[in-house]
T-cell receptor
Framework: EAQVTQNPRYLITVTGKKLTVTCSQN?????MSWYRQDPGLGLRQIYY???????DKGDVPEGYKVSRKEKRNFPLILESPSPNQTSLYFC??????????????FGAGSRLTVL | AQTVTQSQPEMSVQEAETVTLSCTYD???????LFWYKQPPSRQMILVIR??????QNATENRFSVNFQKAAKSFSLKISDSQLGDTAMYFC??????????????FGTGTRLTIIP
């Protein structure tokens, strides 16, 4: 089954304790991206990657890091989480370029709480 | 930069009735895509319908249809014969076409739709 898999689905952590949210896709997509969802704000893009070793900032990158060492994986790293990073996080993937990138497949979401 | 506005934070309708969710957007682009996503209580983001801006014909998917008014920058979603399973948060989203490298979706703030039995 074609899918985007995120882990963990739920996490409660404390301020300053580094954490990683993993994202993996099995569709051989070049493009991957992270979004955060907050009440009243919709979803906002954090980072994106158009291929292996190519990443760039989205609209709200502060406090986050990403890496793309393999095509299928795009982890989101919070080096020193703070309470304002409490949110629902989504990973998404798609084909890159004009041919088919306009439809993204989303993961199931990861609910992160930072105390 | 693009913006997407959903002016109805919450709506409710009786089962089997028709409901329309509104969405307006602002962009200087001429080629783009518009989407409606559904987010049920499971939190999964589910694509409901997609519209290509260069197509004048409104997209339809079974009970879901859109009213795309390009000049007015309006993109409403109509749900016919609403069902309990339609209860969800609905997001309108914009994607610039041909933006090689970043297939970014710009989302509205969502409309929470409740179908009443």
């Amino acid at each position: 089954e074609a899918q985007v898999t995120q882990n963990p689905r739920y996490l409660i952590t404390v301020t300053g304790k580094k954490l990683t949210v993993t994202c993996s896709q099995n569709m051989n997509h070049e493009y991957m991206s992270w979004y955060r969802q907050d009440p009243g704000l919709g979803l906002r893009q954090i980072y994106y990657s158009m291929n292996v070793e190519v990443t760039d900032k989205g609209d709200v990158p502060e406090g986050y890091k990403v890496s793309r060492k393999e095509k299928r994986n795009f982890p989101l790293i919070l080096e020193s989480p703070s309470p304002n990073q409490t949110s629902l996080y989504f990973c998404a993937s798609g084909l890159a370029g004009l041919s088919g990138a306009n439809v993204l497949t989303f993961g199931a979401g990861s609910r992160l709480t930072v105390l | 930069a693009q913006t997407v506005t959903q002016s109805q934070p919450e709506m409710s309708v009786q089962e089997a009735e028709t409901v329309t969710l509104s969405c307006t957007y602002d962009t200087s682009e001429n080629n783009y895509y518009l989407f409606w996503y559904k987010q049920p209580p499971s939190r999964q983001m589910i694509l409901v319908i997609r519209q290509e801006a260069y197509k004048q014909q409104n997209a339809t998917e079974n009970r879901f249809s859109v009213n795309f008014q390009k000049a007015a920058k309006s993109f409403s979603l109509k749900i016919s014969d609403s069902q309990l399973g339609d209860t969800a948060m609905y997001f309108c989203a914009f994607m610039k076409r041909g933006n090689f490298g970043n297939e970014k979706l710009t989302f509205g703030t969502g409309t929470r739709l409740t179908i009443i039995p």
